[in-house]
């Protein structure tokens, strides 16, 4: 079992009280979230702060200029094993205490910003989160770089960036995935090492305001074919792991009425990779994400 720690909020970061699902956000074996659960969580919270720009309201953290957007190039959530997580749950008054934290924790050399998060009940962290985008332009795509300004005004970050000191665990890092055999992002071929195990049909409620699919649903499809690469031992380290990160890595957008065709191998005794193609609207097969399971 992880041990607790002892919070202190930080002026960066915002707070709030999170719900969790008894029947379905708890991973095989009630002692720990899901990954994907806890991504939700996360990725909510950090949605209704204004550290994002969206349609509804003037942003703080990106950029006040309407003509700057961003995208999601990546995400890594870990999770913490906890023996008695199930029966503190089923308590009304713990449930009350869970909460969700977000805070910016990065600011790249270029484009990109990073956000960290926490899931916590009282005084245990359940997980820890980053999530990396990069700032572009609404018209043109192409990246925006961060300036010198921003950097000493927006986008000030705060003491414990990474989270330790408030949470006990440092957030993950959101790295570039490599199978082992070349660089799978300049030769995506690669990517396909180890057999199709899924095969999901795009539907309506896998799609996002965006118009492409949810970044939340291509997270838990790559999670579902990390398990089916191998369930026995997927199974067995679940339940003795004290914790473990899901990493993805998002290269295309997926669309409606598309199928996915997910790959998987193991890496490693304690790593599994899997990739995730979709059909892009010239009708070509692309690489969609890339994702990496380990424990210890």
């Known amino acids: 079992m992880v041990s607790s720690f002892s919070y202190t909020a930080s002026s960066s970061e915002t707070a709030v009280p999170a719900s969790i699902r008894i029947s379905s956000d708890l991973a095989v074996g009630s002692q720990c979230l899901r990954h994907s659960a806890a991504l939700r969580i996360v990725d909510n919270h950090l949605h209704t702060t204004n550290f994002l720009p969206g349609s509804y309201r003037e942003p703080r953290a990106v950029s006040s200029n309407s003509n700057i957007d961003k995208y999601c190039v990546g995400q890594a959530v870990t999770t913490y094993r906890h023996p008695p997580l199930l029966d503190l749950l089923h308590d009304r008054e713990n449930q009350m205490l869970v909460k969700s934290h977000v805070w910016l924790a990065g600011v790249g050399n270029g484009s990109s910003l990073t956000f960290g998060g926490a899931v916590t009940l009282a005084d245990l962290t359940l997980a820890t989160c980053s999530r990396v985008f990069v700032r572009v332009d609404a018209e043109t795509k192409r990246p925006i770089r961060i300036t010198g300004e921003e950097r000493g005004s927006k986008f000030c970050l ?28 300049a030769k995506p071929e690669l990517s396909k090492a180890g057999e199709e195990v899924l095969a999901v049909r795009v539907g309506p409620q896998h799609m996002n305001h965006g118009d492409h699919v949810d970044h939340a649903f291509l997270a838990d499809t ?21 914790q473990s990160t899901l990493s993805v890595q998002y290269l295309a957008a997926g669309h409606l009425g598309k199928t996915l065709n997910c790959y998987a191998k193991n890496n490693d005794r304690w790593s599994i990779i899997a990739s995730t193609w979709g059909e892009s609207d010239a009708g070509t097969n692309q690489l969609l994400t890339l994702a990496e399971w380990s424990m210890r």
């Not at 995935?177 to 992002?185: E, L, T």
């Not at 690469?229 to 199974?235: Q, R």
């Open 158 to 185: 705060g003491d414990d960036c990474d989270g330790k000191g408030r949470f006990g665990f440092s957030i993950p890092e959101v790295k570039q995935i490599s199978f082992g055999s070349g660089d799978a992002n």
């Open 222 to 242: 790559a999670s579902h074919a990390l398990h089916l690469a191998d369930p026995k031992a997927g199974m067995e380290l679940l339940t003795k792991a004290d």
